[in-house]
């Protein structure tokens, strides 16, 4: 087990640092202010995990001023804990309108941008205070090209959420499977991920004979039986920053009868090849797009393009997914510090179906892939 203290803090001059370019980035952008409310936003900026409340807490990044964060009085003390770098807290009291211009600071004619995940009630009462003259729009456009780069401690935290992840493959693949239902074995993938260091397990997909064949399959009270694949995809946080593997496992019994059938070894086969393909394609100035099509040629090559019908892979950070996003039309050039799956499958609908996914970094020259359990496919007794 990971113990807190061995993992990399980030130091509070980076959240200084991202405040400053975000302020650039918003100049640059046409923009008066960032409206940036409770979320992954706010936390890469600053590093409050804030409370989502119905009570506005608000950190506005000016262009031409500096940072400050609206939050409500009770909060005030949770902001000064939860804030990882020294800016202005202004507070409202419960009779307060906290969307008032004085309070955030704006005039009507302001160009705006509110982060993506601000909830709507918070969002349709800033448009009404900054009537109505205001332009809205999301902060991911200036924002996502801050977040997409990891910096060493966010790529150092992403590596030790992944290797967490891959001791909890690893002993669910040794354990006790067959008889069990798929959500028993959630269960546990879920207690696991938190005693590997996660703070959170987000999800457990545990797909079993012919629920392999569901990408996003809900573990369900189905028995696992002697004799099929599961596919095994999970995923918490770790410090903020997402894990998220999947490896297609294959359950005997201890039969050597009950192995894998040839269809489904050859089917293996082609999606771990698509899978290396796409992994190998990743380099700096090497379209996002690419990664997907260098997965899916070998896929839909071998007659199986029909059976591979979701993207390539998905950007991961302090949201399980984020930019940028591996998929055809996405003509975005990889860039070093750049984190994402890689996580091509095959599905055959009422059959089975299988799937491999790693946590990939672009690196200068190359890909590092932060997953180590072995892609193979893992034929276990269960
Ligand atoms: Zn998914
Ligand atoms: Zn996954
Ligand atoms: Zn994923």
């Not at 801050?146 to 030790?160: C, P, Q, S």
């Not at 998905?314 to 039309?329: A, F, N, R, T």
């Not at 510090?337 to 009422?350: H, K, N, R, T």
């Amino acid at each position: 087990m990971m113990a807190p203290t061995e993992r990399p803090v980030i130091p509070a001059g980076t959240f200084a640092d991202r405040l400053t370019r975000a302020g650039v980035a918003a100049q640059e952008g046409g923009l008066s202010a960032l409206l940036i409310g409770v979320g992954s936003d706010l936390r890469y900026l600053t590093g409050y995990e804030a409370m989502p409340l119905e009570r506005l807490t608000m950190l506005v990044v000016r262009p031409d001023a500096s940072p400050f964060i609206v939050v409500p009085r009770l909060e005030r003390g949770a902001a000064e804990a939860g804030l990882r770098t020294a800016i202005e807290i202004r507070t409202w009291d419960e009779t307060d309108d906290p969307y008032a211009l004085g309070i955030i600071g704006l005039s009507p004619t302001a160009a705006v941008a509110v982060s993506d995940t601000m909830l709507a009630m918070h969002v349709l009462r800033l448009q009404a205070a900054l009537a109505p003259a205001a332009r809205f729009s999301l902060a991911s456009s200036v924002l996502r090209d801050l977040r997409m780069i990891k910096d060493v401690d966010e790529i150092a935290l992403l590596r030790l959420a992944a290797q967490a992840a891959d001791r909890v493959v690893a002993s669910i693949a040794a354990g006790r499977l067959i008889g069990r239902t798929e959500a028993d074995v959630a269960r546990e993938v879920r207690e696991r991920l938190i005693t590997e260091g996660h703070e959170e397990a987000h999800f457990a997909i545990v797909a079993s004979g012919p629920n392999s064949a569901s990408p996003h399959h809900e573990a369900s009270e189905r028995v696992i039986r002697a004799g099929e694949p599961i596919v095994l995809d999970i995923g918490g946080t770790l410090s903020g920053y997402g894990s998220d593997i999947t490896r297609t496992l294959w359950v005997t019994g201890g039969d050597t009868d009950l192995g894998p059938d040839e269809a489904f070894r050859h089917l293996f086969n082609v999606l771990y090849h698509a899978q290396a393909s796409g992994t190998a394609a990743v380099r700096p100035g090497v379209a996002c797009e690419s990664i997907d099509a260098a997965a899916r040629g070998p896929i839909d090559a071998q007659g199986y393009g029909e059976a591979f019908f979701h993207r390539t892979g998905h950007g991961i950070g302090l949201e399980g997914h984020e930019d940028p996003y591996l998929v055809s039309g996405n003509t975005l050039p990889l860039r070093a510090g750049m984190a994402f799956s890689v996580e091509p499958g095959i599905y055959l609908f009422g059959r089975y179906g299988a799937r491999i996914e790693d946590i990939v970094v672009c690196g200068d020259d190359g890909p590092r892939v932060l997953n180590e359990a072995p892609r193979e496919l893992m034929v276990v007794d269960g």
